[in-house]
């Protein structure tokens, strides 16, 4: 009935493309009577002319439909929370448990780490045991018991992601926000969510580098995910520098473990703070985000936050109290006086791989207990030999590489930068 040459020509002459027309191509790329070749041919139409918002939310729940979704049990409220990735990143491992103390579940199918940007999933592998491979049974089951899950996609949820997402990655075409959007809500939706919230992070250390980009990536994010019936909202936050001081595996998990405990750097707590807030607003828990706000600065610093991490953690398998000390350090220093102008996420990120903290090829093994902890932000008054990052290196680390890249990160001069805000309201 359909004939793929015909889609993808539509697609390249600026023709919408029927909801049928994209289900019949991503059913039938899934089940691989679609070859790569012609699918790449689309994924590069897509790239170059855009899609409506339809196409976009038609796009999405034709992935989702190529797998299995969770399945809603109990009266409980699900939420998610997406994040575009960043430099010491730790919101889910905080946010997961907060939100399951007050009854409100996250089943978090979260990811590993890609290019320069840590992956949830590797933190956790910090910890001896900790399991990332749950069945739908065994993530239902966690669910009721605890209320949290954090754990990897199984090879049902969303198997045409998985094809297209490395084909993808091959044909130039991930910098697309249709192509990103349909991939992102196929996996956050087939989690049978109630509400969604994004992180979408702009900044030298993020997928999207500008604001203006990052917000026409959470537009497209909000609208679809609306389309889909999931409460959808969105902060733009700050990557202008690493969230925390934290960058790296075993140290971010620390970090996390201060956070649910009540203490934590700010920056980590306020942006977690408030991404749960507005799901509590969303769920109908609460009315306001300063209700929602109080409710959950209680849960942290009564410690019920981190009791709930404990019991996820052991629920599936981790162990905790084996969590591994640091490696080595030396400390990075000031070559002259001045003020912090900016730090290059990118470039710290790269630091980060070279000591073996991230990977660079697909299925590269982590060193879980190197990375940095940054000892200054943006804005500060620093002088000759004053410590800027102290750097967990280990005996395989590439030192004078990482230190390279540390050097050429920041970037001291005279003026006061303008400070840019730790999040934004989409609208
Ligand atoms: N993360 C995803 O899951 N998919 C994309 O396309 C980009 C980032």
């Known amino acids: 009935m359909f004939n793929p040459v015909t889609i993808i020509e539509h697609k390249r002459d600026g023709l919408c493309l029927s909801k049928d027309e994209i289900r019949f191509f991503i059913s039938e790329y899934a089940r691989d009577a679609i070859p790569n070749y012609q699918m790449s041919a689309l994924a590069m139409a897509i790239y170059l002319k855009g899609m409506s918002a339809e ?58 780490g890609l290019g320069i940007t840590g ?37 049902r949820i969303v198997p045409a992601d998985k094809r297209l997402y490395a084909l993808r990655d091959v044909t130039a075409t991930v910098p697309s926000i249709p192509l990103i959007t349909a991939s992102i809500l196929s996996k956050k939706t087939a989690e049978s969510l109630t509400a969604l919230v994004l992180d979408v992070k702009f900044g030298s250390g993020a997928f999207m580098q500008t604001e203006a980009d990052a917000r026409a990536l959470a537009a497209s994010l909000v609208c679809t995910g609306k389309h889909l ?155 000759s030999g004053q410590p800027l990052v102290r750097v967990y290196y280990s005996a395989t680390s590439e030192r004078a590489a990482a230190e390279e890249w540390i050097s050429q990160a920041f970037q001291i001069g005279h003026e006061s930068p303008k400070p840019v805000p730790l999040f934004q309201e989409l609208n």
């Open 229 to 383: 019936g999931v409460k959808t909202s969105a902060l733009l936050t700050d990557m202008t520098q690493p969230l925390g001081k934290m960058v790296g595996n075993a140290n971010e998990v620390m970090e996390s473990i201060e956070t649910l405990r009540g203490k934590g750097p700010s920056d980590v707590r306020e942006l977690t703070l408030e991404l749960c807030a507005k799901l509590l607003v969303d769920v109908g828990r609460c009315g306001t985000i300063h209700e929602a706000r109080t409710l959950l600065v209680d849960k942290l610093d009564s410690g019920a936050a981190y009791e709930r991490f404990e019991a996820m953690v052991n629920a599936q398998g981790g162990r905790l109290e084996q969590l591994p000390p640091l490696a080595p350090s030396f400390d990075f220093c000031a070559t002259h006086d001045g003020i912090i102008q900016s730090m290059n996420g990118q470039r710290l990120g790269y630091a980060v791989i070279a000591l073996g903290g991230g990977r660079k090829v697909v299925g590269q093994a982590i060193d879980f207990v190197v990375g940095l902890e940054m000892l200054c932000r943006v804005g500060d008054s620093v002088t």
């Open 55 to 112: 196409e976009i939310a038609d796009l999405t729940s034709a992935m989702i439909d190529t797998g299995e979704r969770l399945q809603q049990v109990g009266n409980s409220p699900r939420v998610d929370k997406h994040s575009t990735g960043g430099l010491g990143d730790k919101v889910s491992l905080i946010l997961a448990p907060l939100l399951a103390v007050l009854d409100v579940h996250v089943p978090m199918i979260s990811g590993r």
């Open 119 to 155: 992956g949830t999933l590797d933190k956790l592998e910090a910890i001896p045991g900790y399991r990332t491979n749950l069945s739908e049974s065994e993530i239902e089951k966690q669910l009721a018991e605890i209320g949290c899950v954090i754990t990897g996609a199984s090879e």
